[in-house]
């Protein structure tokens, strides 16, 4: 039988299987020998030892879409980052740390900006406004409120969605209100992962729909990958991408050489301010990451 790894813990792997029941499983020892680990989103084939315990053994881990380094996950399509406009105040630091990241590992983003009843007049659209010159699609929420669910629903339908994002902006709260109409089969996910020894949160797959799957990602906060080099950094900033070319140096950093297009982009509006001192900021960390010697 298929299925969908969605959490694994101690050795013991939580399938979601075709036919929408949650099976305990082992992996086969042939996979240490190959040297392969299953992840948290591998799609594999199954074996049921126990069909009314429901515990059964992984037999083969299918093909890889793709694999995130951190959060350790696979066959993930996209990740939507979820920060509030206020309580608390959006980290934009932060939040252009997790663009690197996932542009770094060549995964789509979605920024969502929850609690959107709480912005101030003309806030919204100036963040939103920045992050979208920047090259990134934006959306904004507030499921208190109940206002653009609808939109989050079409942005995650059909796809397997990494949500990440600092305390307290309502991932919990946004997730809840997606897993309202899923099938009952859920309730027994939720009773089977929350048993015995096996409580500790780690990433896991929630299904919330046909095809469609939520990454919660608790912890998700380490979020700079060691081999990272200046160039990597550079461009997973996409804006300075149509005036990199123009500057005088080539290998410009864009900080204090002469003649660079990117600055004067920047002092032309046409590349934001916040996302530049981010830039300035994150190649202060990547350099101080460089290994001596």
């Known amino acids: 039988m298929q299925g969908k790894i969605i959490k694994g813990i101690a050795g013991f792997y939580y399938i979601y299987a075709e036919d929408g029941f949650l099976y305990e499983c082992k992996a086969k020892g042939i996979f240490r020998k190959e040297g392969k680990k299953p992840l948290v989103g591998d799609n594999v084939l199954m074996d049921v030892l126990d069909e009314k315990e429901k515990e059964g053994n992984v037999v083969q881990l299918l093909p890889r879409k793709n694999e995130l380094i951190r959060p350790a996950v696979a066959n993930v399509d996209q990740a939507v980052l979820i920060f509030s406009l206020h309580e608390p105040e959006v980290n934009f630091l932060l939040l252009d740390r997790y663009l690197t990241m996932m542009t770094f590992q060549r995964v789509p983003v979605v920024i969502c900006f929850s609690k959107s009843d709480l912005a101030k007049e003309g806030e919204l659209e100036a963040i939103t406004g920045r992050y979208r010159l920047s090259g990134f699609d934006v959306t904004a929420c507030s499921a208190e409120a109940g206002k653009g669910m609808e939109d989050i629903r079409r942005l995650l339908h059909g796809r397997t969605s990494v949500i990440a994002g600092p305390s307290g902006v309502g991932k919990s709260t946004l997730t809840n209100c997606l897993q309202s109409e899923v099938m009952m089969e859920t309730g027994t996910i939720s009773r089977k992962l929350g048993r015995g020894r096996h409580t500790t949160r780690h990433s896991q797959v929630i299904p919330v729909g046909k ?4 990454v919660d990602t608790p912890g998700f906060t380490s979020l700079f990958l060691p081999m990272m080099q200046e160039q990597d950094l550079e461009n997973t900033f996409r804006e300075f991408a149509p005036f990199r070319a123009d500057c005088r140096f080539q ?14 982009a920047l002092s032309e509006g046409k590349i934001s301010r916040e996302r530049y001192e981010s830039y300035l900021a994150l190649m202060e960390e990547v350099k101080a990451m460089k290994p001596y010697g």
Do not use: A, M, N, Q
């Not at 095809?211 to 939520?214: E, H, N």
């Not at 002469?258 to 004067?264: A, G, I, L, N, Q």
């Open 211 to 214: 095809d469609t799957f939520l």
């Open 251 to 264: 290998g410009c950093r864009h900080i204090k050489e002469p003649d660079c297009s990117v600055k004067r």
